[in-house]
Nanobody, 123 residues
Framework: QVQLVESGGGLVQAGGSLRLSCAASGRTFSSYFMAWFRQAPGKEREFVAA????????HYAGSVKGRFTISRDNAKNTVYLQMNSLKPEDTAVYYC????????????????WGQGTQVTVSS
């Protein structure tokens, strides 16, 4: 099992940047594919970004491609989401997720979730 704890959320003006972190417990972090999802009030949880076990392969939602970057540091058991050029529509609770088999864009496929961190982008 793996436990996930997100941090780094906050309030930022449109055009600004934030870096989210997701710290994982356990010694097998490098065996998990990792992803970020987000959920705005009244909306479905949506895929943001994912990466392979090494971080060498990544995948992004079209709405964030070119603005967000997912990365990981397996020595620190942490996955990051660098968010640049933020827009009000990026406002949501951001969750990290882990799966031992692959990365997916469907949130139902993931085995482990963090508690989420709020990101609010003001216009």
């Amino acid at each position: 099992q793996v436990q996930l704890v997100e941090s780094g959320g906050g309030l930022v003006q449109a055009g600004g940047s934030l870096r989210l972190s997701c710290a994982a417990s356990g010694r097998t972090f490098s065996s998990y594919f990792m992803a970020w999802f987000r959920q705005a009030p009244g909306k479905e949880r949506e895929f943001v970004a994912a990466c392979s076990r090494s971080g060498g392969n990544t995948h992004y939602a079209g709405s964030v491609k070119g603005r967000f970057t997912i990365s990981r540091d397996n020595a620190k058991n942490t996955v990051y989401l660098q968010m640049n050029s933020l827009k009000p529509e990026d406002t949501a609770v951001y969750y990290c997720a882990a799966d031992g088999n692959n990365y997916y864009t469907d949130h139902n496929e993931y085995d482990y979730w963090g508690q989420g961190t709020q990101v609010t982008v003001s216009s």
